[in-house]
């Protein structure tokens, strides 16, 4: 079960998934050169209807399929190693029919991307000419030394201040690199040789990460000793660990109490048993402070996958984790595919995040699928979440998963205090700016003459979601989706936050000509402004996607964390999981704005973030306060979420979900079609619902069918979207429909393009 090792395969033909939206399997021959060297999971080119494709071995078989005379080789291995271990193999196999998505495009979705140019490098017998051996393709590899002290006492031995500095930063880390040493010592090579002399410490040369996750060096941390609440959780998973039970957890523990902790503590059980574990968090770049927590307790030996990974070092990274060498790897959702040799431990963090199902292309949920690899591994699964999702809590109150529970702040801080205000009759305070009530006003200046810091969240970024036209009121819109403009007055440009359209702010209206604007809504650019407006001495941030791309969300965080800003405006990227002891106010700009999707979640979504984002306040010693500005002060999202009542929200939720045969009561798989021409896409639609309302299953009622109805954004980047919902409370059943519309779709159904949403969001 949980052999790590794939075994070459020494059969004649080998099966190969290839990325083609073909459900099927295809048989090639192994050629003699390439015998012996092809395992379950290597990547190989083979030819397929005239065209070079990657696609992944499966496995090995004896003879051809029936009505197949012949079969074409195998063109070359693109890796020397199999990409994936049987126990991934077998998962994604898995994964590949429960979502009903071609296993060669699962497989292409789960690997890293192929290395760049492995076509080109492949040679007549099949193997790959090593990329050192071309001409200009030698890369220089920036190399420094990893010091490690030796453990020789150093007791009674006189050290130069250099040496003393060196022998103390190594006293609480168990090994420090050259590079990191870079302006604090003068010469360290020479220090780092003379201490070798003296029998103090050891080197040796590694390749410096340039891996913006391990630049700054970290403190062996000190564990807390755990509170009662944790012991117990942290008893009951470890007991599942060792058991090798399989077990599944709701870790369910209000912001603060310390969930990441019993994630460490889980963690380091999987590492002493000698096995491997997974951590899957929302956006990896949100977390620099999470990683430093895991390099804190673990040192270096962690693996985190992130997208600004060079080839190299995402090849070194699997490389280790396939050996067991390293034991822990972290990052956002495709993490889950990584390589872990004898995997223990799943940890899905803030499992009720949506950025958790891939919305493209392989549309699967990283949490249910965590759950999935975890059970085909003998692994342990661990969602955590201060805020569930409703499916996840529904099936720990069905006693399909174990829930633990973390109810208070593990640092024995007070949930902050959530105050209310009513928009509609507050209206605009001292600065007469709309989202700046009297009460949030006078609490940010509150905050600020104490020395506090505030966070300020609002859902939408740029200055105005859109601008009207003052003389004919048309609307900015973007020429190629059904959407507004947004304007970015720091870009002095209109954009479209769904594809990359822009133009120019100032620009006389399409319809009149007039050159007179309306501004409508507030954008956090518009706020941000207001702030530093209204107080002159503050020092006011951003963070949003366009303040933040690549190390800019480190830089503002740090920036906050070192007390340089005083007030962080920002998107939902403020909400998540930053610990920051000196942010005792959180406002909440408008509360409204996620109620306003058409969607059964919405509700959930606006408990979940309010939640999520009024758990950031007063997180150490002084009490921390939100102040929540909503038109809708009644509804139950908002007002659950201001008295942090989970379970409130939840009793409310799930009885409505019941009434209506949402999920968890219900299972859907959503149809979508998209296509150039509207009528195109509305016809195929049309066809597709006729084609389900003809199965039986269709017709007694068990499978409901929704549609055929446009997009909420019916058009996107210039294409027309339109969907079909199925719908039933039997699942099999669901399934036996889709398939039959999954045949029809691959009878063709041009010119739209056609996918399926198992579970969709
Ligand atoms: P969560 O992940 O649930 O939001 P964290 O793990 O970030 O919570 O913990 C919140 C704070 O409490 C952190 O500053 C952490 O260091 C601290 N903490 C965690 N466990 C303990 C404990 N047992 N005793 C004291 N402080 C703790
Ligand atoms: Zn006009
Ligand atoms: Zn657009």
């Known amino acids: 079960m949980t052999e790590s090792a794939s075994e070459p395969i020494v059969a004649p033909y080998v099966e190969v998934a290839l990325p083609v939206p073909l459900r099927k399997v295809f048989t090639y021959a192994v050629p003699s050169g390439l015998g012996g060297a ?18 992944f071995v499966v ?10 005379s012949r079969a074409l080789p195998v063109a070359g291995l693109l890796e020397p190693e199999p990409v994936f271990t049987p126990e991934l193999l077998r998962f994604l196999d898995q994964a590949a029919k429960y979502y009903m998505h071609p296993l060669g495009e699962v497989l292409r979705a789960a690997a890293p991307a192929l290395p760049a140019g492995a076509m080109r490098r492949l040679r007549a017998d099949g193997f790959l000419e090593p990329a050192e051996n071309l001409p200009g393709q030698r890369v220089a590899h920036h190399t420094t030394w990893k010091v490690t002290p030796t453990g020789k006492e150093t007791e009674g031995i006189r050290l130069g201040a250099r040496q003393k500095k060196l022998m103390d930063r190594l006293a609480t880390r168990e090994s420090v690199l050259l590079d990191e040493l870079r302006g604090e010592l003068n010469d360290p090579r020479a220090v780092v040789r003379s201490l070798v002399g003296r029998g103090l410490v050891e080197f040796e040369e590694v390749e410096a990460s340039r891996d913006p996750f391990f630049r700054a060096p970290v403190t ?4 807390h000793p755990p509170t ?56 990896i770049a949100l977390t620099p402070q999470l990683v430093g927590r895991f390099r804190a307790r673990f040192g270096d030996d962690i693996a985190v996958l992130h997208s600004g990974l060079t080839a190299r070092q995402r090849d070194d990274a699997w490389q280790a984790l396939r050996r067991g060498r390293v034991q822990v790897a972290i990052g956002a959702r495709s993490a889950l595919f990584a390589p872990v040799a004898d995997l223990g431990l799943i940890v899905v963090d803030e499992e009720h995040d949506p950025s958790f199902k891939q919305d493209e292309g392989f549309r699967y949920h990283a949490r249910d699928m965590a759950l999935l690899r975890a059970q085909y591994a003998g692994a342990v699964c661990v969602l955590g979440s201060a805020t569930p999702s409703v499916e996840t809590y529904y099936r720990a109150n069905q006693g399909r998963i174990r829930l633990l529970s973390l109810p208070t702040r593990a640092t024995g801080a007070t949930m902050p205090d959530v105050e209310i205000v009513d928009l509609r009759r507050h209206r605009k305070g001292p600065t007469g700016h709309p989202l700046l009530s009297g009460p949030l006003h006078s609490a940010i200046g509150g905050c600020l003459e104490t020395g506090h810091q505030a966070i300020i969240f609002l859902n939408r970024r740029g200055f105005a979601p859109s601008v009207r036209c003052a003389a004919c009121g048309a609307v900015a819109e973007c020429p190629a989706c059904s959407v507004a ?24 209206c399409a319809s009149c ?53 005083d007030v962080l405006v920002g998107t939902q990227m403020v909400t998540k999981g930053h610990d920051i002891a000196a942010v005792t106010l959180v406002g909440v700009a408008l509360a409204d704005q996620s109620l306003a999707f058409p969607d059964f979640r919405a509700s959930e979504r606006t408990f979940q973030l309010l939640a999520q984002v009024a758990g950031r306040a007063g997180r150490a010693d002084t009490p921390g306060k939100v102040i929540l500005q909503t038109y809708q002060p009644d509804h139950p999202a908002v007002r659950l979420a201001a008295q942090h009542d989970y379970e409130g929200f939840y009793a409310e939720e799930i009885q409505a979900r019941e009434e209506v045969g949402y999920p968890p009561f219900a299972r859907l798989v959503t149809v979508r079609v998209h296509a150039g021409a509207e009528a195109d896409a509305r016809g195929a639609t049309q066809l597709l619902a006729e084609t389900a309302r003809q199965h039986q299953a269709v017709k007694d009622g068990a499978v409901q069918v929704l549609g055929p109805a446009p997009a909420p954004l019916v058009r996107l980047r210039g294409r027309y979207h339109y969907r079909l919902m199925l719908k039933s409370p039997d699942r099999k059943l669901l399934r036996t429909v889709t398939a039959h519309l999954a045949a029809r779709i691959a009878q063709g159904l041009p010119p739209t393009h056609t996918t399926l949403d198992i579970d969709p969001l």
Do not use: W
């Open 59 to 68: 496995g090995g078989r004896d003879d051809l399929p029936e009505g197949v």
């Open 228 to 283: 009662d609440a944790q012991q117990l959780a942290i008893d009951a998973i470890n007991e599942a660990i060792l058991g090798r039970t399989g077990e599944a957890f709701l870790l369910h523990g209000v912001t603060g109490s310390g969930k990441t902790e019993v994630y460490l503590r889980a963690i380091d059980e999987v590492r002493k048993a000698g096995r491997g574990a997974i951590l899957l968090v929302p956006e």
């Open 513 to 565: 000509g007039s050159t007179e604007q309306k501004r409508i809504g507030v954008g956090t650019e518009q706020l941000e402004k207001s702030i530093e407006e209204s107080f002159p001495k503050s020092r006011v941030a951003r963070l949003d996607r366009d303040t933040a791309s690549g190390d800019g969300v480190e830089a503002v965080l740090d920036r906050l964390r070192s007390g340089e800003v």
């Open 38 to 55: 092809l395992q379950p999971g290597s990547r190989v080119a083979v030819s397929f209807s005239r065209r070079k494709l990657a696609g």
């Open 485 to 508: 403009l947004t304007e970015h007055r720091g870009q002095g440009a209109l954009r479209c936050h769904y594809c990359d359209f822009h133009r120019a702010a100032a620009m006389p």
């Open 220 to 223: 062996r941390d000190a564990p």
